[in-house]
């Protein structure tokens, strides 16, 4: 526990504290350490634990980890695009644990050779424990794996302070008080205000513990989703409750309206505790703690204090900062007695005595506030933001200089994005979702004619040597060829005659479906494919158009490349620059189309 405190200390938990716990054995799972927390809606409280987790397992290498979330195997998820076909929800029970620091899963067995040290169900925590430190190379996860989810915690441990926001905040002098000794009841009183109904609201209409005449300037810490939160809710609050904001061109407004929403939290935590303030008793609970010094010495033997001499300024810091990590993730008990949070509030208001007029005093001189503009982020900084958490480095147009733009608008090849469509429409699909195309541009789609084919007969339960699924009209010769053949094989006549009837009826009401088709609307929006000409011209007159006649009217194949093109294209043009199907679904084949300067204004 000394371990996390030394990396987790100082840091506002949006909900929960992240602990660890004692468990007995039971059953076929050993004796062992977990917790359960839940983070609420920062996210980062959850991957801040999985770093956590990792840095557990290198200190202590004897030591197994596994982590999950009400999605299951959430590591699994963020690295899904690497994942090998086998893994999945069904399969991975059991197989994902961290060791040695590193993410490690336990494959199926491949062969019966393999039987030998894989179990062929789902493992057991015995068996697990016993296979890694035996054959942890071998169940080391993939590179592109390992890099997924170190990618999401390689900013940690500096994360833990550039996540933090101090602002200025005109809170009432007991407040400020109690963050000073306590900043982790900034989350709870930031969540009841947040969370608030109309009733909770009705202890806000008098204050009885935060009056708004002991307000005073005090510089708060925030989470960054905690500010978020805070500031960018609207509120106004009761005239009855004394508090007025000033005009919104004033300087200090922004701080009024955030002590003055820190204050309805707070109000409304204090409201509903369970007992009165004269029922609880003031006193120091970590002192009294039987636990406390054993984790002390814990903490002197990790080097906390960092060569502080006892009694300075940082080390009391430190002190301080231990403190409030052993009561929240040390010393909680289950027990019905545990203190709420509004109680610790007025634990606290008890213990400590606050001057308003030495903490007005320490207002005149705080250290600056910092900037807020990362709470608004522009259209590039969304883009990067994307890519990064994608892991992939598209191309993107608009950040190159026009020279550049021009030559890779000249370069682009179209076949690329046709490729890679034939790549995706042979994937597979089913209920669990479709199949994407990892290559990228850079490498050049492969698509297999024959097995697509052949899986095509499976289902159709035809034997034809080649089967054109683009184009039916093109292959009816060969169809109704391949099925004489196999009926030929079968040696019915009569079956054989029906056969070749029946096609040829489809093959007759196709070409009439054509012929009719021809000459509407729906016929000649396709592109045909032309002989003589490789580039079609669009600006036909209307009078040429309607000279043709019945006998110059000749049914071309269509050139399906060309208007999927065509139709790609006219919808990444009518998104405007916006998300849409065609820049989703080429993005994740690695393609970005250049943008249409053709209409630009």
């Known amino acids: 526990m000394g371990r996390l405190a030394l990396l987790s200390a100082g840091y506002i938990w949006h909900n929960e504290a992240f602990s660890l716990n004692y468990t007995a054995a039971r059953g076929d799972i050993p004796s062992h350490i977990g917790g359960m927390t839940n983070f609420g809606d920062n996210v980062d409280d959850e991957w801040l634990?999985?770093?956590?987790?990792?840095?557990?397992?290198?200190?202590?290498?004897?030591?197994?980890?596994?982590?999950?979330?009400?999605?299951?195997?959430?590591?699994?998820?963020?690295?899904?695009?690497?994942?090998?076909?086998?893994?999945?929800?069904?399969?991975?029970?059991?197989?994902?644990?961290?060791?040695?620091?590193?993410?490690?899963?336990?494959?199926?067995?491949?062969?019966?050779?393999?039987?030998?040290?894989?179990?062929?169900?789902?493992?057991?925590?015995?068996?697990?424990?016993?296979?890694?430190?035996?054959?942890?190379?071998?169940?080391?996860?993939?590179?592109?794996?390992?890099?997924?989810?170190?990618?999401?915690?390689?900013?940690?441990?500096?994360?833990?302070?550039?996540?933090?926001?101090?602002?200025?905040?005109?809170?009432?002098?007991g407040i400020a008080a109690v963050l000073k000794h306590r900043p982790d009841l900034l989350a709870p009183a930031i969540q009841a205000f947040y969370l608030r109904d109309p009733i909770d609201l009705r202890a806000c209409r008098s204050f009885k513990f935060f009056l708004p005449e002991t307000c005073v300037m005090a510089l708060v810490t925030f989470s960054k989703c905690l500010y978020a939160q805070l500031q960018q809710q609207p509120f106004m609050p009761d005239r009855r409750s004394g508090y007025k904001l000033p005009a919104q061109s004033d300087q200090n407004f922004k701080a009024h309206a955030l002590g003055m929403k820190l204050a309805h939290g707070f109000e409304i935590l204090c409201a509903k505790c369970s007992q009165s303030a004269s029922n609880i008793k003031a006193g120091n609970v970590v002192a009294s703690d039987p636990q406390w010094e054993g984790f002390l010495n814990s903490l002197k033997k990790n080097a906390y204090f960092r060569g502080e001499l006892e009694g300075s300024a940082r080390y009391r810091e430190l002190l301080q900062m231990a403190e409030i990590y052993f009561q929240q993730s040390v010393a909680r008990p289950k027990s019905s007695s545990t203190l709420s949070r509004g109680e610790q509030v007025m634990q606290l208001l008890q213990a400590q005595s606050c001057s308003v007029e030495e903490l007005q005093k320490e207002g005149e001189n705080l250290p600056p506030e910092d900037d807020d503009s990362w709470l608004n982020i522009s259209l590039e900084e969304l883009d990067q933001m994307l890519e990064e958490a994608s892991g992939t480095k598209l191309l993107n147009a608009a950040r190159q200089e026009e020279e550049d733009e021009e030559e890779e608008e000249d370069g682009y090849d179209l076949h690329d994005i046709t490729k890679c469509m034939k790549a995706f429409v042979s994937k597979v699909s089913s209920y669990e979702g479709a199949e994407v195309p990892r290559s990228s541009a850079s490498s050049e789609v492969q698509f297999d004619v024959n097995s697509f084919t052949n899986a095509l007969e499976k289902i159709l339960g035809v034997e034809s040597e080649e089967l054109d699924s683009d184009d039916l009209e093109d292959e009816d010769s060969d169809l109704l060829d391949s099925d004489e053949d196999s009926d030929r094989k079968e040696g019915n006549p009569e079956e054989c005659a029906s056969a070749t009837n029946t096609l040829g009826n489809i093959r007759d009401y196709m070409d009439q479906m054509d012929r009719e088709l021809a000459g509407t609307h729906i016929g000649k929006s396709f592109t045909k494919v032309s002989g003589e000409v490789d580039v079609i011209n669009h600006e036909l007159s209307k009078t040429e158009a309607g000279a043709e006649s019945k006998e110059n009217l000749k049914i071309l194949p269509v050139d399906v490349d060309l208007n999927l093109v065509e139709n790609l294209l006219e919808s990444y043009s009518s998104q405007a620059g916006l998300p849409g199907p065609t820049s989703n679904i080429l993005q994740s084949m690695g393609l970005r189309l250049p943008d249409n300067k053709d209409n630009a204004t």
Do not use: M
């Open 49 to 173: 634990i999985v770093y956590l987790i990792q840095q557990i397992t290198k200190e202590f290498p004897d030591l197994v980890a596994s982590i999950e979330d009400e999605d299951g195997d959430f590591l699994l998820i963020e690295a899904a695009k690497y994942l090998p076909k086998w893994l999945n929800p069904d399969t991975s029970v059991n197989r994902v644990f961290f060791y040695h620091g590193e993410l490690h899963i336990i494959p199926l067995p491949q062969n019966t050779g393999e039987l030998s040290w894989l179990p062929a169900g789902h493992p057991t925590i015995p068996e697990v424990l016993s296979l890694l430190p035996t054959h942890s190379e071998k169940c080391l996860a993939t590179e592109p794996i390992r890099k997924a989810i170190n990618r999401r915690i390689q900013s940690y441990p500096e994360k833990i302070h550039n996540d933090q926001h101090r602002a200025y905040c005109y809170v009432p002098a």
